[in-house]
């Protein structure tokens, strides 16, 4: 017995060495190797950004967001200085499932739009891509979009991601010279230059995992020292779908857009498609192509509705404070 414990003993000291020096050997390689593997993500950061940044010459890494149809976004810069940021995104279009790389410069004029990679090659495609050529040689306004001329919906989808970035890019201009409330109530009010530090609100409705929503802090919104409006955090959990919103109301008691924070994609039971709020709802109701009230015409009707709710209780709650502009808090 003694004679296993020992072998056993010596096993274990043998694999504990191999195990200690496979790591230091990985940890050595690793040393080795990181600076090609980033040499190697840098061109291939330079590879996808230069269709709407050709000048490029450095790419940060990717910044996350996951939100209005935006994925990522790269910090460009070329002779050392900042040129612009590059937004990759993907949104739903009818049929059609687009990708795009969005280039929006340091003025947060748009610079180039590419479509990187499309479900479909249909005429409706087509269509866009020869809309596209007119927004990029600047002969075309992105928002211009023709009824009747075919592809219209994946125009809008490709408009709503363009605008998206350029809100984005307002939205986290400044860097750390800008507050985070500053930051965050640009999302629904773009061209902000003030925000308070923002009050605790307890405004709320339906019951969860049925139609629920809450409205949790409210931000003052200043413009040039004006009262420009309000903004909302708040969050919904209707059903299967849950998400966290930014709402803008303007100090007139109207609705000015809405940002998404978070948003699941679930559909436990097949009988819904929740990708249709962040693909056409959402978009349609920020572009003022869809009252927010106007529910139907997707599959996450309940969704919208919640939504709508959301945003009727932020509105009525601005028209209780006066619904007028005043100085910026």
Request: hydrophobic share 35%.
């Amino acid at each position: 017995m003694k004679e296993n414990v020992k072998k056993g003993l010596i096993t274990t000291l043998t694999l504990g060495a191999i195990v200690l020096g496979a790591g230091a050997i990985i940890g050595v390689t690793s040393a080795i190797t990181s600076p090609f593997v980033y040499a190697h993500s840098l061109a291939a950061r330079l590879e996808a950004v230069n269709g709407v940044f050709p000048n490029a010459e450095d790419v940060s890494e990717p910044e996350e967001i996951n939100s209005n149809g935006l994925v990522e976004r790269y910090e460009v810069s070329a002779g050392g200085e900042l040129i612009g940021w590059a937004y990759s995104g993907n949104r739903n279009s009818v049929s059609d499932i687009v990708d795009v790389m969005v280039g929006i410069n340091t003025d947060f004029t748009l610079e180039r739009v590419e479509i990187t990679s499309s479900s479909t090659n249909s005429t409706y495609m087509d269509a866009a891509r020869d809309w596209l050529t007119g927004v990029n040689d600047g002969t075309t306004s992105y928002d211009d979009i023709p009824v009747g001329a075919g592809g219209t919906k994946t125009k809008e989808t490709i408009s709503a991601i363009v605008q998206a970035a350029i809100d984005h890019a307002k939205a986290n201009a400044g860097g750390g010279e800008v507050s985070a409330e500053l930051r965050l109530v640009r999302n629904v009010f773009p061209d902000a230059t003030e925000s308070d530090k923002g009050t605790t609100v307890e405004l709320s409705g339906g019951t969860h995992q049925a139609n629920y929503w809450e409205l949790t802090k409210r931000y003052e919104v200043g413009q040039g020292g004006a009262t420009v409006g309000y903004a909302y955090e708040g969050s919904i959990d209707p059903m299967s779908q849950q998400g966290s919103f930014v709402v803008g109301i303007k100090a007139d008691g109207t609705f000015s857009r809405i940002h998404t924070v978070t948003i699941s994609l679930d559909d436990h039971d097949g009988l819904y498609n929740p990708s249709w709020i962040p693909d056409t709802y959402l978009p349609e109701i920020n572009s003022g192509t869809r009252d927010p009230d106007d529910c139907i015409g997707g599959q996450a009707t309940i969704t919208a509705e919640v939504i709508n709710a959301m945003i009727e209780a932020a509105e009525a709650d601005v028209l209780s404070l006066g619904g007028s502009s005043g100085e910026a808090a």
